[in-house]
């Protein structure tokens, strides 16, 4: 595959970087708001919720391999094609569409998700943590953009699925905008080992599952949680907007801030306290504390999101290092993080209560926060 003739600019670049980033979670943040309007019984909604969590994991070894034969630059355009055929799958509004939809989103995100901290590390090698918090930054608007807006634009449309469908538009745009870093990865002689063998690589790979877990179990079930405690669907809709919104400049903070002391238990304690506060919060609390648990709750989920993507460059020795941890990380830490939703519906379904999902939450946190502060410690997975 040949690079164009034409250099884009660095400003353009980066626009396109954060463009591809913005379009990550849309597909996923979008369907909780309207979950409730789709006519799923809720073990049916947990398995839809569930399964394109899945397929970030699943689809996630694909990449490497696409980036090999494809270069960087087509592989991120087939996983943004991807995107943007989930998305407008999902406003046929059938069972079958919706779940093949996200399905295929799913899979596309994988596959993206896999790739850019690789371009990061490659056009921003001395910014790579600035650059992460950046492209989390898009990551996390995107998904509160979907979230508050999928609701308004159902009564717009007069139809849920088509609310759906309309997140194929950001992902055309970006499709569109991709012109560059079309460059191969190495062969596939070069394919890198894996770091079965590394203690350190799978406390990683544990914090980015469990911590992914809780906050696609909000991407779904937060709204039906708000709804529960006696607020509106546009309310719900709104709060949970507001909650991933916030996880935005967390998400840009939490790795600049990490790098200032010695190791990154302390940031890591903190974002998952606050975590654990705010879904405790917002599950067990009075309803005046809704609001400001979903603040508090957004801003620790975002700060979590970021350091554990951090993680994985601090953790490694080297670059080579970096590409085979995040591959791990995403890859068994996203198939991990799939369970999050399905086993919350479940719990719902078989207690009848919100309520009774408090104590499954909280050990969910509680064994997130040990493997965090494990990953946190200042040491290194050495180059095999």
């Not at 970030?56 to 490497?64: E, K, Q, W």
Request: a positive charge.
């Amino acid at each position: 595959m040949t690079t164009s003739s034409v250099t884009p600019s660095p400003l353009f670049k980066l626009l396109a970087l954060l463009l591809v980033a913005l379009n990550l979670r849309p597909v996923l943040s979008s369907l909780g708001t309207v979950l409730p309007q789709l006519g799923l019984s809720a073990t049916a909604a947990g398995w839809l919720s569930t399964l394109p969590v899945a397929c970030l994991g699943l689809f996630a070894p694909l990449a490497p391999l696409l980036a090999r034969r494809l270069g960087l630059g087509w592989a991120i355009r087939l996983a943004l094609l991807a995107v943007l055929m989930g998305a407008l799958l999902r406003g046929l509004g059938s069972a079958p569409a919706l779940f093949a939809g996200m399905v295929l989103a799913g899979g596309g995100i994988g596959v993206a998700g896999v790739l850019l901290p690789g371009i990061v590390k490659r056009d921003y090698p001395g910014q790579a943590g600035l650059m992460t918090g950046c492209y989390t930054m898009a990551l996390c608007l995107g998904a509160a953009l979907a979230a508050g807006t999928t609701v308004p634009l159902a009564h717009r449309f007069g139809s849920a699925p088509l609310a759906l469908a309309f997140w194929a538009l950001p992902a055309l745009v970006a499709l569109l905008l991709w012109r560059y870093g079309d460059q191969r990865l190495a062969s596939s002689s070069d394919r890198p080992k894996p770091l079965w063998h590394a203690p350190l690589a799978w406390q990683v790979t544990l914090f980015m599952g469990l911590q992914s877990s809780l906050a696609y179990t909000v991407f779904a079930w937060l709204p039906s949680m708000l709804a529960s405690r006696g607020l509106s669907p546009e309310a719900a809709g709104w709060l949970t907007s507001v909650s991933i919104l916030v996880q935005a400049p967390a998400a840009l903070l939490a790795p600049s801030i990490s790098h200032l002391g010695r190791d990154q238990r302390l940031p890591v304690l903190v974002a998952m306290l606050m975590t654990l506060a705010g879904l405790m919060l917002v599950l067990l609390a009075g309803p005046q504390w809704l609001w400001p648990a979903g603040v508090v709750l957004g801003i620790g989920q975002g700060a979590s999101f970021g350091l554990a993507l951090a993680l994985i460059v601090l953790r490694s020795a080297d670059a080579q290092v970096a590409a085979r941890l995040s591959g791990m990380a995403q890859g068994l830490g996203y198939a991990l993080a799939a369970l999050g939703p399905l086993a919350v519906g479940a719990w719902q379904e078989a207690f009848g209560s919100w309520t009774a999902v408090a104590p499954l939450l909280a050990a969910i946190a509680l064994f997130a926060t040990g493997f965090g502060l494990m990953a946190g410690r200042n040491r290194h997975i050495a180059a095999a």
